[in-house]
């Protein structure tokens, strides 16, 4: 039973949490309530000891004018009926009157009360705990000599029963106030905990592939903002997910498609007999299938290698001018297969930036290669630079369809891809853009697109610059 009980609370946040803060709460009521019940306690006995030493002292200078018969017997007559009980002995330790009957319990204190010479007030007894009285002795003077000895009694029953009292009402009070404080606690931390449950559950759910599921926000603390990262991860996995299908869709159709011309083609040169024209133009076509294939392979391997850190990356300072010049001497011969006209407009100063000069190429390349292949036969492709003291801007704009705007945010995602016909034009292989990020992050720059629908699309690639020469 033990142990499922602390079972139950090593599983449970809102018990856990709960306690912790109950056990606050107690131990400061504790601290509290104990720092209360020690100073009414000193207080009230202080007063009580106060008061019989100041009694017994005001029945003694009394008795000290007047020490006769009459007097003794008044200040008896005062204390009768009273909670104390006054007891005056003469000089030899004779009781010359009482209020009321003497026990063998008073004479104890009355024998210490004759034995004393002090001509002053005295508390003989202030245990209230264990003993039956508070006991206090005053002194009777005459013609500067002690001649009698006022001693009065209080008994402690009734202070023991006022301070039961008060521990009584003490714990009842701080009982209920335990329950009550406890419900609301509970309630409390239930609240703050009931989030993170939610949490667990669609976590859960997330865990288990429905990454549809979401947390419902309902503030701004951190409790809030930790369900809106979880939304925004779920949402990122669904993404990704998706796009992951997508492309081992897009891949297993990319291979497939040289596969199935590599098998065809060679299959008819080996099997048939053929004029030399026609093996020639079979073996063309096995050829740019193979190259197609490889080209394939090599950007997935590249990616990955990146992806990993596991790449060659020599950094030297270099004309980025000549690196795009000679990227554009590499592209123009498919630019004029394809009809489009390239705009280099040249800088007037040359940059120089710290780089890997192959890299970058690369980088270039892959951004000329996507805007050719999406640019209309005769279209227009600009290169421009611009940039201020710290940074070089290359921009590269074509005159192609655009991208939709609710693309714009994923198209530098690996496999994404915003032409999902996987056409050999326009269908690339949602890679080589994933590659220019890459490439543009290890250099320390920034990339980013800007496309009007119908007016073409421009990229743009900011790296750090060393200065103009």
């Known amino acids: 039973m ?19 803060l109950l056990s606050v709460f107690l131990l400061v009521m504790l601290a509290l309530g104990n720092i209360l019940y020690s100073l009414f306690l000193t207080f009230y006995l202080s007063h009580t000891t106060e008061e019989l030493v100041q009694r017994a002292h005001s029945h003694a200078a009394v008795l000290s004018d007047h020490f006769d018969r009459l007097t003794i017997d008044h200040v008896v007559r005062m204390e009768q009926g009273s909670l104390f009980m006054v007891v005056i002995l003469d000089e030899k330790g004779e009781v010359l009157g009482s209020s009321d009957t003497i026990t063998p319990l008073h004479r104890p204190y009355l024998k210490e009360a004759a034995q004393r010479n002090l001509q002053e007030e005295y508390a003989l007894e202030q245990d209230w705990r264990t003993k039956p009285f508070l006991v206090s002795r005053s002194a009777i003077l005459g013609d500067g000599k002690e001649i009698g000895t006022v001693v009065l009694f209080s008994p402690t029953a009734p202070i023991r029963e006022a301070i039961g009292i008060l521990q009584g009402m003490l714990l009842g009070i701080g009982g209920i106030t335990v329950i009550i404080v406890t419900g609301i606690l509970f309630i409390l931390s239930r609240m703050v905990v009931r989030p993170l449950l939610e949490m667990k559950k669609v976590t859960g759910e997330i865990a288990k592939g429905r990454y549809q599921s979401r947390i419902l926000v309902t503030g701004e603390d951190e409790v809030s903002q930790l369900a809106a990262s979880i939304n925004h991860m779920s949402k990122e996995i669904q993404f990704y997910q998706k796009q992951r299908n997508e492309f081992l869709a897009d891949i297993g159709h990319e291979l497939r498609t040289p596969l199935t011309y590599l098998k065809g083609y060679s299959e008819i040169v080996l099997q048939t007999q053929l004029s030399k024209e026609e093996q020639k133009e079979y073996i063309g076509i096995i050829h740019e299938q193979s190259k197609r294939l490889q080209r394939l392979v090599q950007d997935l391997f590249e990616l990955a290698r990146m992806e990993q850190g596991d790449f060659s990356f020599r950094k030297e300072r270099l004309s980025l001018e000549e690196v795009i010049t000679n990227v554009l001497t590499f592209v123009e011969s498919s630019m004029d297969e394809k009809g489009i006209a390239l705009e280099y407009q040249s800088p007037k100063t040359k940059p120089i930036v710290e780089g890997d000069p192959q890299r970058l190429e690369q ?27 710290d940074h070089i801007t290359v921009q590269i704009r074509d005159s192609g369809p655009g991208i939709p705007k609710d693309e714009l945010p994923f198209i530098m995602e690996r496999l994404y891809r915003v032409e999902k016909s996987r056409s050999l034009e326009t269908g690339g292989t949602g890679l080589g853009l994933a590659i220019c990020k890459k490439i543009v992050e290890m250099h320390k720059g920034e990339i980013w697109v800007e496309s009007i629908e119908g007016k073409g699309t421009t990229f743009f690639v900011r790296l750090p610059l060393i200065n103009w020469v």
Request: charged letters at 20%; hydrophobic letters at 50%.
């Open 2 to 20: 033990i142990m499922k009980l602390f079972q139950f609370i090593r599983t449970h946040v809102a018990v856990k949490l709960g306690l912790l």
């Open 363 to 389: 980088l270039f390349i892959n951004i000329l290669e996507n805007a050719r292949r999406y640019t209309p036969r005769n279209g227009i492709i600009e290169v421009r630079y611009g940039g201020d003291v």
